[in-house]
């Protein structure tokens, strides 16, 4: 079961978006725990690329099953570093 875990940094909450919410017709998503509302063009595209990192684990499974070839399944996962945090190599 694909689903997508959404950081919203208005509240600092967390929650899940499942694919059975995941249609351009539908209004973008608001946090459930502050209602802060996602951007249309923002969620459009999240859904293209949900669907399509999701079309790549689907296909990893039926190339393992019908042709045996080695399993894969990918998930993303993101920590934000607010970019005056990030320390690059020339400073340490
Ligand atoms: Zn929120």
């Known amino acids: 079961m694909d689903y997508l875990k959404v950081h919203c940094f208005h509240c600092g909450g967390k929650f899940e978006l499942y694919s059975r919410n995941m ?3 539908d209004k973008p ?3 459930p725990h502050c ?6 063009t923002q969620w459009r595209r999240l859904i293209d690329a949900y669907y399509t ?5 689907k296909d990893f499974r039926k ?5 045996a070839e080695p399993l894969f399944q ?3 996962k ?3 570093v ?6 690059l190599d020339d400073q340490i």
């Open 74 to 76: 990918v998930e993303m």
């Open 82 to 87: 607010k970019p005056e945090k990030i320390v």
């Open 35 to 40: 209602l802060a509302g996602m951007n249309k």
């Open 53 to 57: 990192i999701s079309e790549v684990n």
């Open 78 to 80: 993101n920590h934000y």
């Open 29 to 31: 998503p608001v946090c």
């Open 63 to 67: 190339y393992h099953q019908d042709r």
């Open 23 to 25: 249609n351009h017709d």
